[in-house]
């Protein structure tokens, strides 16, 4: 993948300056070729879960330092999204979850604290890769758990779709009596994902 500028900047720095948590210098060097390009290496971009045609965010600061960060349609709207997953919590009766293409934006029903940043599960970007939606309707059906570090299983999950990019997913997981998705909550959850990619496009 190519970008314009590609700089790795120490942590100290950046966290006197409040820019970020936590960053750590990887020792890789790269030249910026004729065009103005820079290939960031495969093994940052498989950590960093960066693919092909995702949209990176630019930062810059009075130090000439240039930080790209990947940019979510998703986190964009997270307030709508936390009013949302509470609505969708309440009506539903368990625990909704709101993501983009790596990480937890909006959480309801369940320790918001447990589950917000926390990163998707390999299961659940495979899924919305593929533009699937799930339904665990019976033990028959496989589970699914979209979020790592987490117990709790998808019964209801429906990939956010923007302007012909994957964007995120909307999800109720389960929770005491709700082992199983019933037809509302199935509909509630696609109702939301259309809701949201109907928002990022305007």
Do not use: W
């Amino acid at each position: 993948m190519k970008v314009l500028i590609y700089n790795i900047c120490t942590t100290a720095h950046l966290c006197r300056k409040g820019m970020v948590k936590s960053m750590k210098a990887t020792g890789i060097v790269r030249r910026i070729d004729d065009l103005g390009r820079v290939v960031i290496p495969k093994e940052i971009r498989r950590t960093m879960r960066i693919r092909e045609g995702d949209p990176l965010e630019i930062y810059t600061n009075v130090d000439g330092e240039v930080i790209f960060k990947k940019y979510s349609p998703v986190g964009e709207i997270s307030n709508t999204a936390a009013q949302y997953a509470e609505v969708l919590s309440r009506i539903g009766g368990c625990p909704a979850v709101i993501c983009d293409r790596d990480h937890v934006i909006a959480a309801s029903g369940i320790q918001k604290k447990e589950v917000l940043e926390r990163r998707v599960s390999n299961s659940l970007e495979d899924l919305i890769e593929q533009r699937k939606s799930h339904v665990y309707k019976s033990y028959e059906d496989k589970q699914l758990n979209p979020i790592e570090g987490m117990d709790r299983y998808a019964i209801a999950c429906s990939p956010i779709i923007s302007q012909g990019d994957v964007s995120g997913a909307v999800m109720m997981l389960s929770a005491e009596g709700h082992e199983y998705a019933n037809p509302e909550q199935t509909a509630l959850v696609n109702a939301a994902a259309m809701y949201f990619s109907k928002q990022m496009e305007e």
